[in-house]
């Protein structure tokens, strides 16, 4: 057996194991390694030491069911925790917030089961972060984790005092395009989250096999996704839209290397027959997509895109606004942008079976796409590909959560049934030339 699959099946062994006493020298004798050479196996292939992942394993599932309403001292001391306080200084320590800090900003998800396999997987110690920080002469600060609406974590990122952020790359490439983009943005004037010089003067850092960049804290609020059907919600949407294409027009500028991407031939050779074989996709709409938009595609004006325009990576403060996350850009079809942007408001608070919510989003996404619209000018072909993009998309993103069904079973499941929906809904996605 390969040490990588003796150390998943100790992985498994604990997840099964969590309310048990498990020490370290239990789990090298069941893998016949010596408790050195265990040690050693497991932090490489983690990103930490096993007795913290236990801990840190333990923590989520006990702040889980907490969240799901579980007795709150009966949970904790079934995890081996002796005392309220005990749980309460482990959790602040590893999480950066209170158990009830936690509970009250939010939402609680349970806990994926980590597969070591055919994932982008890293673990870092806050202890290991404070060696990386030390390059910023930063290695006293406060060190919190970076938590989503949807109860998501960031696993490749941390805020840093009140000012910064650190993310790691296993991917150099994408270190250069975020701070590319960035520099490229300011200079033209956006509000973005530009990279900070360590004391040698380099702006990335190499440690190991990741990538470290520091950047600075965009101040204000992030945009929750929920919050766009509340009040005015056409104008929320107007605006989501109008800043989406004020940073694309900014990004056709932008004369940086990134990935060519052709999101139909993903979508015929790749999302799209892999989604037809957990669903029924109507006929028809299949063959609309390879004639119609097939037609389409090649003439639809193409740039370097942001890729990630979920609302929660617009940061808001009064009247001004910028984005975060470039490391994914790339050269796609300007469209995408807003269309992702849509997608995304209907993914981070889908509900099954509200009708009168999901009647909502279709005004939500016509009115992101009209402000767009007012910024950029869509031409005639691109209004009428707009909802070719939406579902291609929506297949892009079904396709890849389920490759990934163990870790995002949460989001594999919103997103089938949200594809569901999209295809039976695809007609009230026409966006008025």
């Not at 004798?29 to 050479?37: K, Q, T």
């Not at 490391?327 to 807003?338: C, H, Q």
């Not at 000018?377 to 291609?392: Q, R, W």
Request: net charge negative; proline share 3%; aromatic share 12%.
């Amino acid at each position: 057996m390969r040490d990588l699959d003796m150390i998943q099946s100790s992985i498994d062994y604990i997840e099964e194991n969590l309310r048990a006493e498990i020490s370290a020298q239990e789990l090298a004798e069941r893998a016949n390694y010596s408790l050195f050479h265990y040690y050693r196996l497991f932090q490489t292939a983690v990103g930490m030491p096993v007795m913290q992942y236990i801990l840190r394993r333990r923590l989520l599932h006990a702040i889980y069911e907490i969240g799901c309403g579980n007795t709150m001292m009966d949970t904790v001391m079934s995890y081996g925790f002796d005392t309220y306080a005990g749980f309460y200084k482990a959790f602040k320590r590893e999480f950066g917030y209170t158990p009830r800090q936690f509970l009250e900003r939010f939402r609680c998800i349970r806990p994926y089961r980590i597969c070591l396999e055919g994932e982008d997987h890293i673990m870092i110690t806050h202890k290991k972060l404070r060696e990386i920080l030390k390059n910023w002469n930063m290695e006293n600060e406060t060190i919190t984790d970076i938590i989503y609406e949807n109860g998501e974590k960031n696993d490749c990122a941390y805020y840093v005092g009140d000012d910064h952020v650190v993310k790691f790359y296993v991917n150099l490439g994408e270190a250069k395009v975020q701070i590319d983009i960035s520099r490229a943005l300011e200079q033209l004037g956006f509000s973005v989250a530009t990279p900070v010089g360590a004391a040698n003067g380099q702006e990335i850092i190499e440690d190991g096999q990741l990538y470290y960049v520091l950047t600075q804290r965009l101040i204000g609020e992030r945009l929750k996704a929920a919050n766009l059907y509340d009040g005015d919600y056409k104008a929320k949407a107007r605006f989501v839209g109008e800043i989406v294409g004020r940073l694309n027009l900014a990004l056709k500028k932008v004369n940086v290397v990134v990935n060519d991407v052709n999101i139909y031939d993903d979508v015929i050779n790749w999302a799209l027959p892999r989604v037809k074989e957990i669903m029924d996709i109507p006929e028809d709409l299949c063959i609309a997509i390879v004639e119609e938009f097939g037609a389409i595609y090649p003439g639809l004006p193409r740039q370097i895109i942001h890729r990630d325009s979920n609302p929660s990576n617009i940061i808001v403060s009064g009247d001004k606004w910028g984005f975060i996350d470039f490391d994914l850009s790339e050269k796609n079809v300007r469209i995408y942008d807003p269309c992702y942007a849509a997608t995304a408001v209907l993914s981070e608070d889908y509900v099954e079976n509200n009708e009168e919510k999901l009647l909502r989003w279709i005004a939500i996404y016509k009115n992101i796409i009209n402000g767009y619209d007012r910024v950029t000018g869509l031409s005639k072909e691109e209004k009428k590909a707009i909802p070719f993009v939406i579902l291609c998309n929506q297949f892009i993103c079904t396709a890849w959560f389920y490759e990934r069904r163990e870790k995002y079973e949460n989001l594999y499941d919103a997103n089938w049934k949200m594809t569901q929906w999209i295809c039976r809904n695809f007609d009230k996605l026409t966006i008025q030339e």
